[in-house]
């Protein structure tokens, strides 16, 4: 079952914040985020452990209610090369350790 | 090496021909993974190998679609009878060990004419 993310596209100007959301219907175990930019490959930003604290670096951080199965991706203050394409990918409880992935949110910061 | 590394970069092909994708995990990494990628979409599991244990098919989407691991390294995912609908970007993945980061390829994109 695809994990549903929200919204499915953001502007932003430099500067401002933005959250994106991820919403599951099945018991997860972990979430993983990713950011892709045009032509290239998803770079991995964080995993959410069940159990687990919140992560975060920098400006990225992002959150695990695992009551809910639902993930947030905080963006603070973005910067220009926070623009691409960010997907969360679930791990089942019960499916093993392959990602189901969302469709994604296109983020587009502006100067 | 330094990072997941995938051959051909791009693969034109024509209807009924097969195909073969290389991947070269990171080393030391036990668990490798394959997922594609249609224009404009997320990513869809396709199969999953976990050192010397049975792969997981379950999302290969017909019996077109084979992969293998030897010595628990390089993978080679093959499509036989390619049609167009298999035209995407196929993506491959390892990680240290199942239930924990995956890292990513650059992706061999496939064209079917």
């Known amino acids: 079952q695809q994990p549903v993310q929200s919204p499915q596209a953001v502007i932003l100007r430099e500067g401002e914040d933005a959250v994106i959301n991820c919403s599951s219907s099945k018991a997860l175990y972990s979430v993983h985020w990713y950011r892709q930019k045009h032509g290239e490959a998803p770079v991995f930003l964080m995993i959410?452990?069940?159990?687990?604290e919140q992560k975060g670096h920098e400006k990225i951080s992002a959150s695990f209610n695992e009551k809910k199965q639902q993930s947030s991706l905080y963006l603070t203050a973005s910067q220009l090369s926070y623009s691409g394409t960010y997907f969360c990918?679930?791990?089942?409880?019960?499916?093993?350790?392959?990602?189901?992935f969302g469709e994604g949110t296109q983020l587009t910061v502006n100067p | 090496g330094a990072g997941v590394s995938q051959s051909p970069s791009n693969k034109v092909t024509e209807k009924g021909k097969d195909v073969e994708l290389r991947c070269d995990p990171i080393s030391g990494h036990t668990a490798l993974y394959w997922y594609r990628q249609s224009l404009g979409q997320g990513l869809e599991f396709l199969i999953y190998?976990?050192?010397?244990?049975?792969?997981?098919k379950s999302g290969l989407p017909s019996d077109r679609f084979s992969a293998e691991r030897t010595g628990g390294s390089v993978s080679t995912l093959t499509i036989q009878r390619t049609q167009q609908e298999d035209s995407a970007v196929y993506l491959c993945?390892?990680?240290?060990?199942?239930?924990?980061?995956?890292?990513f390829g650059p992706g061999t994109r496939l064209t079917v004419l």
């Open positions: 190998f976990q050192g010397n244990s049975a792969p997981d």
């Open positions: 993945a390892s990680s240290v060990r199942t239930r924990n980061t995956q890292y």
């Open positions: 959410l452990l069940k159990g687990g």
């Open positions: 990918g679930t791990e089942q409880e019960t499916s093993g350790s392959r990602l189901t």
